[in-house]
């Protein structure tokens, strides 16, 4: 027995590293391409981001890469009739599948912890090389294609010489009601400073337009601008799909806090309407901006809980798999990995991920408790398990 799951385990181990490392190589290559095109960046900043996308890379690539090893060696395994002989020599199925759930279970801890980094630590990291190689992404960008925009600023010159730009014109726009602001210059010098999460342009003889008001400058002038405003990257996210596990306790606090202070607010200024007598001030309708203020706040909140929930149930995806696409390969008794491994794949493909992603947003609307977004692992474990008593019992 123990030689037995020796075996299967080692070889699943196998399959499983070579695998993931093709896979991770393969996505890690297709991630840094998508950063490089769409932010502009050199080989440094590439080689930079490469330690903060692997956590990205490998939490994409673990539940495939497990499904597709236990597809590829309990195919193998039924197809040569080993498992056969196990019956034959009344050895349970179970002593070969054993292994495979352990090192499933390993994985899925492991992939929960990835998931934690990748969007937490990872992300983290990718927003800040970028944003503190932005000084030179915007040299490269200018130099490439001679111009530069994000939302709220746009740089377009006629050349690039060293660190001077040539004839630039920059348009900045603030946002708001403010007025927007556009520099017309005969050159022009950029000085990025991190630690202080600014970038400053130096421009020299020409117009400065801000609306209608025109202003003309022979000497010099500087503007700074926040880094995260000429980044196409945020200098810091706020989204609860990239708060750290450990965070959460605490953001879930903060956030009833600030619903708890919108709906003090709202209640103030309906009582205060009340006993001056400005009865218009006491109407739902006075009151609209703290309503929609407190909906946007509750959806976050609904996010907040739920998404601790959603990453168990993604790092756990891997035991479900396993629970599944062990029986399927020994009943299909087939030696192509890849045949395998497809017919194992589209069953979890129609039914797995459309349920997940259906609880995932009926959690985030509020209409399901956070668990509900366990619903595709229950399922898929349940069939598993069904499809492991028939592989016992037959």
């Known amino acids: 027995m123990k030689i037995i799951s020796r075996y299967v385990m080692s070889e699943l181990l196998q399959v499983f590293l070579v695998a993931l490392t093709a896979l991770t190589l393969f996505m890690l290559v297709v991630g840094l391409v998508k950063e490089a095109q769409q932010q502009g960046l050199g080989m ?13 890379a490998m939490r994409f690539a673990v539940p495939g890469t497990m499904l597709f090893a236990v ?20 050895i349970t199925p179970m002593a070969t599948i054993w292994p495979a759930i352990w090192v499933a279970v390993v994985v899925s801890f492991v992939s929960v912890w990835l998931n934690d980094v990748a969007v937490s630590w990872g992300r983290d990291g990718v927003r800040r090389v970028i944003v503190g190689s932005v000084e030179e992404i915007i040299y ?36 708001g009601e403010a007025a927007s602001v556009t520099v017309s210059a005969a050159e022009a010098e950029m000085r990025a400073d991190a630690s202080n999460g600014t970038l400053t342009i130096t421009c020299r003889n020409g117009t400065l337009h801000v609306g209608d008001v025109k202003a003309v400058f022979p000497d010099t002038i500087e503007r700074v601008v926040p880094l995260d405003a ?19 306790p605490k953001a879930r606090l903060e956030q009833i806090a600030v619903i708890n202070n919108i709906r003090q607010v709202s209640a103030a200024k309906t009582a205060l309407g009340i006993f001056s007598g400005h009865m218009e001030q006491a109407v739902p309708a006075a009151v609209e901006a703290e309503r929609q203020e ?16 959603r990453r168990w149930a993604n790092g756990f995806s891997c035991l479900c798999f396993v629970l599944v696409g062990a029986p399927m390969a020994i009943r299909m008794r087939n030696a192509d990995f890849l045949t395998s491994f497809f017919l194992c794949f589209l069953p979890i493909l129609v039914i797995y991920y459309p349920i997940f992603m ?17 619903m595709a692992n229950a399922l898929i474990m349940l069939w598993g398990l069904w499809l492991l008593r028939r592989v016992i019992r037959n």
């Open 44 to 56: 440094m900043q590439i080689a930079a981001l490469i330690p903060y996308v692997i956590p990205e």
């Open 71 to 90: 597809a590829s060696v309990f195919g193998r395994l039924s197809a040569s009739n080993e498992i056969t002989a196990l019956k034959a020599a009344g």
């Open 140 to 175: 490269g960008r200018l130099r490439q294609q001679r111009s530069y925009s994000t939302s709220k600023m746009s740089i377009n010159v006629k050349g690039v010489e060293g660190r001077k730009l040539i004839r630039p014109t920059l348009s900045f726009q603030p946002g």
């Open 230 to 248: 000429v980044s196409r990257k945020e200098t810091v996210s706020t989204s609860p799909s990239e708060i750290a596990m450990a965070d959460f």
């Open 294 to 309: 407190a909906k946007h706040a509750t959806s976050r909140l609904n996010r907040i809980i739920m998404e601790p929930w």
């Open 358 to 374: 259906l609880g995932v947003s009926r959690v985030k609307a509020g209409v399901l408790p956070p668990p509900a977004v366990w």
